[in-house]
């Protein structure tokens, strides 16, 4: 009888087959005296690892592996992008920028924005981004607010123009002589189409009620003394002696009134009242005057106040 004995080496054993799992445990797979490692699948089979099937042959120089996202590699030829061309981004389309690393600009004036093919260079900071360093310096001294829309400083004038107000029709400019009225308010002039000013001739269209008047006096102790309406409509001669009045031209819808501290002459086209000149009295006398245009019409309203 034959007695047949196995090695229990590996190393004596020319066809090794494996019952099961190699287990490593913990261990390498490694070779001696810088020996290779082979891993040759028989016939059609494929070499896989970590569940990826390689490819059986040794592909083209220059080629690298591809997956085509089911565990299957295989050689493919490696593109190079010789584009050169390139859209340029704008604000409204969609485009490429060329990045390129570059130095810092030195500081500009803020003009630098309206000068031809600037570069400014792309830089890493502290935390590795990429930034671009636009140097500025601010040499608009106008610190006002812009209009909306507007290119110059914050005026009135622009404003105006900004908002499309009309003064007079939308709004009613700030004007120290306008009267303000009871229903606008007295710390703001509004727009108001009705509103009267005190330095100017103003008509009116409906009945106006008058609280009171306070009428200008101009006072003269001159001999002779003539009559100036733009002073106002309440004259007072006070010379010691005789004073001679000179009447101004006839206005229609003119009055004035004259008191007279001594006796007065008048020089001028008059129509008294009684088709002659009153007599002066001793103490103040009060004349009255109203002119329809082409004549002065007076009348003396009392004499001899004390």
Request: proline share 3%; with cysteine.
């Amino acid at each position: 009888m034959a007695i047949s004995r196995k090695s229990p080496n590996v190393v004596n054993d020319t066809t090794p087959q494996l019952g099961g799992d190699l287990d490593v445990n913990g261990n390498s797979i490694v070779s001696a005296s810088n020996g290779d490692i082979a891993i040759t699948p028989n016939g059609t089979g494929d070499v896989v690892l970590d569940g990826l099937k390689y490819p059986q042959d040794d592909g083209t120089a220059g080629y690298v592996l591809k997956t085509n996202g089911s565990a299957q590699l295989s050689w493919v030829a490696q593109t190079t992008d010789t584009d050169t061309t390139y859209s340029t981004a704008t604000t409204s389309t969609e485009g490429l920028v060329k990045i390129e690393d570059g130095t810092a600009q030195s500081t500009a004036a803020n003009a630098v924005t309206t000068t031809a093919s600037r570069t400014y260079g792309v830089q890493l900071n502290g935390t590795g981004q990429a930034v671009v360093n636009v140097p500025w310096t601010d040499t608009d001294t106008n610190t006002d607010t812009k209009w909306d829309g507007g290119t110059t400083g914050l005026t009135a004038a622009t404003g105006r123009t900004s908002l499309g107000l009309v003064i007079g029709t939308d709004v009613q400019a700030y004007d120290a002589t306008i009267v303000v009225d009871a229903d606008i308010g007295t710390s703001v002039q509004g727009y108001d189409a009705d509103t009267t000013k005190n330095d100017v001739a103003n008509t009116f269209t409906t009945t106006q009620t008058l609280k009171g008047i306070t009428e200008t006096e101009a006072t003269s102790s001159a001999s002779t003394y003539t009559i100036d309406l733009a002073l106002g409509t309440l004259f007072e001669v006070t010379h010691a002696s005789l004073c001679t009045v000179t009447m101004p031209t006839a206005a229609a819808g003119k009055a004035f009134t004259v008191i007279a501290t001594v006796p007065a002459a008048w020089s001028g086209t008059i129509l008294w009242s009684g088709g002659a000149a009153p007599t002066t009295g001793s103490a103040k006398t009060i004349y009255s005057f109203v002119s329809n245009g082409s004549s002065w019409y007076g009348m003396q309203a009392g004499t001899g106040f004390a």
